[in-house]
């Protein structure tokens, strides 16, 4: 994948012509560069500044512009069930 947007997962950078992509497209992206990424987990986009960390839904869009300073960051990690009852 190249283009003019681009994201990093780890330290993988991922490049895409699109400047949107859902969560599920982003995990879709990072699959194929990192095969031993799980899509069944969370992807969360790190906060910037004060800014808290967003769980990020597969039919989520996010914007992979740079308004705010450099490529967004994303990982991922297992689904949680805060206030859930085991």
């Excluded at 950078?13 to 982003?26: L, P």
């Excluded at 799980?38 to 906060?47: I, K, M």
Aim: glycine fraction near 10%; hydrophobic fraction near 30%; avoid cysteine.
């Amino acid at each position: 994948m190249s283009g003019k947007y681009e994201f990093r997962y780890g330290d993988t950078k991922v490049d895409s012509d699109q400047e949107f992509m859902t969560g599920a497209q982003i995990k879709a992206a990072i699959k194929t560069l990192v095969p031993a990424f799980d899509p069944s987990q969370d992807l969360v986009l790190e906060g910037r500044g004060n800014d808290a960390d967003q769980v990020i839904t597969d039919d989520q869009s996010v914007d992979l512009s740079h308004k705010h300073g450099g490529p967004k960051q994303f990982f991922s990690r297992p689904p949680t069930n805060f206030g859930g009852r085991a």
